[in-house]
């Protein structure tokens, strides 16, 4: 539903108060992978956090990808702690719907999951994707390490100059750390959602632009 804060994100005043435990539990596996959802990770696998748009869609086309342990869909980078699908779809906590990735890096380094984020929706479009309107649907890149950080930002300027010479305008893509942004698990009928219902809505749509640095 479009509101105030529809294309505008909240200032950490105007968003909700929210709460200070979870409102819901959340499944104990994986639906597809069938490993922990929220932990502990393998020695040695590191995450990476992802948005960008719908992430039911976001968070199939990762857990398809050889090397990726677990995925799970969840809110970050807004103000509200522990927010529940209605208050970000209202877009009054300020968060991004987003997909958590626990991976391998010795079968898949982060720079090919990046290659996945940048094809796998439009960076250019601000606070929507495709049809899906709001603050909640924009793309950001959400780095665990310096070495994360430094390759989504080279990414994201390899990516702009191939969007550019396609005729896209400007990457909107926010590259920020995930320390000091919390990620919040969605609630579970949100978790492996297409595979649960796999004729459901997806949200993709990438460019078409092949990624290459």
């Known amino acids: 539903m479009l509101n105030a804060f529809t294309m505008r994100l909240p200032t950490p005043d105007e968003a909700l108060p929210g709460r200070t435990e979870r409102m819901f539990s959340v499944p104990e596996k994986h639906a597809v992978l069938g490993t922990p959802l929220l932990g502990p990770r393998p020695e040695g696998f590191e995450t990476a956090d992802f948005a960008l748009g719908c992430f039911w869609g976001a968070e199939r086309r990762f857990w398809r990808t050889p090397g990726v342990w677990t995925t799970v869909a969840g809110f970050q980078g807004g103000s509200t702690p522990n927010p529940i699908s209605e208050e970000i779809a209202d877009g009054r906590t300020g968060h991004a719907e987003t997909v958590r990735v626990v991976f391998d890096p010795s079968k898949v380094p982060y720079g090919r999951l990046l290659k996945l984020f940048w094809e796998s929706h439009d960076p250019t479009q601000g606070f929507r994707q495709g049809n899906d309107v709001g603050t909640h649907c924009r793309s950001v890149l959400f780095h665990h390490s310096a070495a994360q950080r430094a390759a989504a930002h080279e990414t994201r300027e390899a990516y702009q100059r191939l969007l550019s010479r396609a005729g896209y305008g400007a990457i909107t893509t926010e590259i920020v750390p995930a320390e000091g942004h ?19 809505y997806c949200g993709l749509g990438g460019t078409g632009v092949p990624f290459a640095a």
């Open 182 to 200: 919390p990620f919040y698990p969605a609630e579970a009928h949100h978790q492996q959602y297409l595979e649960r219902n796999p004729l459901g």
